[in-house]
């Protein structure tokens, strides 16, 4: 199995800040890796960095076989972040031609790729609509949509699923599996445990480390607990007992 995202002994921080000690993780191609951990455990600052848009401290990641962070990459990455970037006096669909051109696409890819990406996030009666006018929930779908125009190899995700019902997580999740299984990966991050049991592996971190990583399955057999909630706060407490 090829791998798409490595990351080794990777400490980052902001300034004199350590958020991550050391973080040593892989993600094959095809796999959908969750990410957890209490907030301001470092989630963002891990997909920023593996993103590129932060240089490690210390450490190397490598996407695609190339070591971030590399520009030329980021037209192979969709990426969600947490807090919304788009052009409110823009329409949606404006929005996604903007961010598909960025990414590569032609007028015939958006053409195609417009009415798919926005029909996974059940927003195509909406997108000649005014993004200024748009709920909180429409904008984290446009965001959504953003991410998965350009159909990129590696799909980044800062909590998609905040503000989405669950009729429409369900749908999601059945078009993220898709994607997974034609190959390409999905790094996500949540503190949704229904998404957390969606993934194919999770890691957890906590106080800069890994706590706990594995397949939600696998993690609640080793943890002798009923469900990957029951995990995460056990592993919580483990560390606290052991520091
Ligand atoms: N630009 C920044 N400058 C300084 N400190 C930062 C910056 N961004 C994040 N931090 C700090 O780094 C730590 C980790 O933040 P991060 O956003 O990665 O957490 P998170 O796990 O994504 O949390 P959440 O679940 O709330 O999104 C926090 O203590 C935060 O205050
Ligand atoms: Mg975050």
Redesign the pocket.
Same mark, same amino acid.
Not at 40 to 45: D, E, N, P
């Given at each position: 199995m090829a791998t798409t995202i490595q990351v080794s002994n990777l400490k980052q *921080?902001?300034?004199k800040?350590i958020?991550l000690e050391d973080i040593n993780l892989t993600v094959h191609n095809g796999e959908i890796l969750g990410l957890i *951990?209490? !907030?301001?455990? *470092?989630?963002? @600052?891990?997909v !920023?960095t593996i993103m590129g848009m932060l240089r490690p401290q210390e450490g190397t990641v490598t996407v695609l076989g190339q070591k971030m962070p590399n520009r030329k990459l980021l037209a192979k990455i969709g990426y969600m972040a947490?807090t919304d970037a788009l052009y409110s006096a823009l329409t949606a669909r404006e929005n996604l031609k903007f961010f598909g051109a960025m990414q590569g696409l032609g007028s015939a890819d958006l053409k195609k790729q417009i009415p798919y990406a926005a029909g996974i996030v059940n927003l195509n009666p909406d997108l000649d609509k005014y993004v200024k006018d748009y709920s909180g929930g429409m904008k984290r779908r446009l965001s959504l949509a953003i991410a998965l125009v350009s159909n990129p190899d590696l799909l980044i995700l800062?909590?998609p699923t905040v503000g989405i019902d669950p009729e429409l997580r369900q749908q999601i999740w059945a078009e993220l599996h898709n994607i997974a299984k034609e190959g390409k990966t999905i790094l996500l @991050?949540t503190?949704v445990m229904e998404d957390a049991e969606q993934s194919d592996q999770l890691m957890m971190?906590r106080n800069g480390i890994a706590i706990a990583q594995g397949t939600p399955d696998q993690l609640i057999k080793d943890y002798q607990v009923k469900t990957v909630e029951d995990v995460f706060l056990k592993a919580g407490r483990q560390q606290d007992a052991h520091s």
């Open positions: *921080g902001y300034g800040t958020v *951990g209490p !907030s301001g455990a *470092g989630k963002t @600052t891990l !920023s947490q800062d909590e @991050t503190h971190i």
